[in-house]
């Protein structure tokens, strides 16, 4: 099972009571959808309320070519050779304005509306530091097309497939419109500013791959 993960528009707060932590099984993630829905409709504080949730989040190590440093190297889904290869990788721009490039295209399910998805992810700010790291962590699922992370995180994980890795340009007016706090090794995050997630879609619950 895996742990429900709510992201929203806001600052860092506790987990939610209720949610259940996942467990790998050899090198495949299981996990069950939730049996409950949550509320497309949030109050505005509930939404602050969860805001940190996608920055406690976690999930299993990335695998892929070796140019993507594994979770337990390097702690992150695009190392340095990652980064010069991304140059040379075509960006998808779309009509909302969020930018994309796919580091690996996954072969897996797409994400349908409302159903939840486990991911990594590490997410930076628009000068490119790290804000949050779920890599080395318990694994985390969120409903995606729900409301429950950013608008520009929402789209981005849409249209990925199980086993991709991309990496996300999100604009200020898709991310954050109240700002994070600094805290101890994280800087602080303005509202409505641009900020970049590399993200890991891992698996689907319900859209188990052909095996």
Known sequence: MAQRLAVSNGTRAP???GVTRAAPRAAKLVCRASSQQQPQQQSNAGLLQKAAAFAAAGVIAL???AAFAAAEEGQMLCDASCVSKLESVPAVTTPSGLVYKDIIVGT???PIVGYQVVVNYIAMNDKG???ENSLGKAPF???VGAGQVIPGLDEGMLSMKVGGVRRLYIPG???????LKAAAGRPSVPANTPVVFD???LYIPGLEADE
Not at 173 to 179: G, H, Q, T, V, Y
């Open 63 to 65: 695998s892929g070519p």
């Open 108 to 110: 897996g399910p797409q």
């Open 199 to 201: 993200v890991q879609l």
């Open 141 to 143: 699922d969120v409903r």
């Open 15 to 17: 987990f939610s009571s």
């Open 129 to 131: 530091r790290e804000f």
């Open 173 to 179: 007016e898709l991310a954050f419109p109240k700002p």
